[in-house]
């Protein structure tokens, strides 16, 4: 950690960050700070303005004032000025790396790789898209038709701490290429990278009050800004008790939602699957220590094979390497907090006492302590039971076995949750079969974590509301219009109406 300069400023890994809010153009202080803690080390790493109602107020009435002026943009310019953001995450990718993994604790070499790219894409993606974007004219009795997709006004978007800058710039994307402004909360536990990019969107040229920032817990600054009548969007990604909450909020505003939430997603692997890639497959959930909303940590193996797949995935895990994720060799980091260390051993520990067996791992690891927990695989587990049902959001994988095709599809769909689910088999037209009937807004088949930014993302059930990309993206952040041109004036359209 590197000490503070300034009340106001803080210097991680080499990197100076304001740590005041965003509000029309300038920082702007709180009169109190909470304290940002890495999870490497528990250390503090910086005290960060503490927003509430007046900043909220704040921030709202400056993405308002601004609203007319951005909306009224041609695509094309707005595009222009978001592909200079996109420049400029990418001009400063490797800042935003050591910041956000010191921050929140992930992978530096993935950032490096592919975080940080990816951040740049979704400003770069959306600004063509929204240059792309079809507005088809038809016809209908001799009258044109016209779709066209309007701004919808000041969009509030809050985002969570396990991929803090790729999931607000996969919101704040689209939401800005469509001439929306934006509120944005970032993550108390990890919003460091938030405040950069707002200096990165200043140094592009973005106006004043397009894009704000309120930093603040969720109590204090989420929930005045998703009850704010102000608002005309609201995105959220996070649990889905904290939904619930919001949704009830916002509703007496009727503001739209998109709400991407939690999962348990099935790896459903069948005897004649290539094996060394679903073995693959399965170690690769233990990735950013399972704080993956999409992860699919529910094993599901046919039986003819369960003891030698389970038997090489442990030995795959054990070579995992567990450390500092600043060093480029190590392959899982720690735990966000220590609150949340506590409510992922409190999974473990419960379903070890109600009969599952821990064939590695099954708690902290002693051997470094803090907030690393160790690569954990669970097996006998009782159907049903809490490690099979509810999300865990650490590095905790069960593995079950099943007989049947149907039993492998009736068990990947045994939960509330429907976020994605992921089958390897080699059997063309079983993956056709299965892929079918899995509850899933994503499927992979043979494959993990694959998606073209254009396709759309989401869950069923408890998994969330909505989807988002490409033009899934534009339906949610504006209000789609169809303008009907009568051919000749007033009289000649009298007729048709």
């Not at 007496?252 to 699957?273: M, Q």
């Not at 590695?360 to 927990?373: E, I, K, R």
């Amino acid at each position: 950690m590197s000490a503070s300069t300034t009340p106001s400023l803080a210097t991680v890994e080499g990197v100076d960050v304001d740590t005041r809010h965003w509000i029309n153009g300038e920082r702007v202080a709180s009169a109190t700070t909470f304290t940002d803690v890495s999870p490497i080390d528990e250390q503090p790493i910086a005290e960060i303005s503490a927003g509430g109602a007046a900043e909220v107020d704040a921030a709202v009435a400056a993405a308002r004032a601004a609203f007319p002026s951005w909306a009224a943009l041609p695509a094309a310019e707005r595009a222009t000025i978001l592909r200079r953001v996109a420049d400029g995450i990418d001009a400063r990718a490797e800042e935003l790396a050591r910041v956000e993994t010191r921050d929140n604790g992930s992978l530096l070499r993935s950032h490096r790789r592919g975080v940080m790219p990816r951040v740049g894409m979704n400003f770069r993606f959306f600004a063509d898209w929204v240059e792309n974007l079809d507005h088809p004219d038809g016809e209908i009795r001799g009258h044109r038709e016209r779709v066209s997709y309007d701004p919808a006004g000041v969009a509030a978007i809050i985002t969570p701490w396990n991929a803090p800058l790729m999931l607000a710039t996969w919101r704040i994307g689209p939401a800005l290429a469509a001439g929306n402004t934006v509120v944005a909360k970032p993550p108390e536990w990890a919003p460091l990278t938030a405040s950069l990019l707002a200096d990165i969107t200043a140094e592009a040229g973005l106006p004043a009050g397009v894009f704000n920032v309120v930093q603040g817990t969720g109590a204090e600054a989420g929930a005045p800004l998703t009850a704010h009548p102000g608002i005309n969007r609201l995105s959220f990604t996070g649990s889905v008790p904290t939904a619930g909450t919001i949704a009830t909020a916002a509703a007496p505003n009727i503001v739209p939602l998109s709400f991407e939430l939690g999962g348990k997603s099935p790896l459903v692997v069948f005897a004649d699957s290539d094996f060394d890639l679903a073995v693959s497959l399965a170690v690769e959930q233990f990735d950013n220590s399972g704080q993956v909303c999409l992860g699919a940590f529910r094993i599901l193996v046919e039986d003819s094979i369960r003891d030698t797949f389970l038997d090489a995935v442990v030995e795959r895990a054990r070579a995992i390497v567990q450390g500092d994720p600043r060093h480029e060799d190590t392959d899982m980091s720690c735990l966000i907090s220590r609150a949340h260390l506590e409510r992922v051993d409190g999974f473990v520990q419960r379903a070890k006492g109600a009969g599952a067996k821990a064939v590695l791992g099954g708690g902290p690891n002693d051997d470094l302590g803090h907030l690393y927990y160790r690569p954990t695989i669970l097996v006998d587990a009782e159907p049903g039971s809490e490690i099979l049902t509810e999300e865990v959001f650490g590095p905790v994988l069960t593995v079950q076995s099943f007989t049947t095709e149907d039993q492998a599809v009736e068990m990947a769909n045994s939960t509330r949750f429907g976020l994605a689910a992921t089958l390897v088999t080699g059997d063309p037209e079983r993956a056709e079969r299965v892929s079918s009937r899995l509850n899933a807004g994503t499927v992979w088949v043979n494959c993990f974590f694959v998606r073209d930014l254009g396709a759309p993302f989401g869950g069923n059930g408890k998994s969330g509301i909505g989807r988002e990309g490409g033009t899934w993206s534009f339906d949610f952040y504006t209000d789609v219009k169809n303008t009907v041109f009568a051919p000749h004036g007033w009289n000649a359209g009298k007729g048709a109406r």
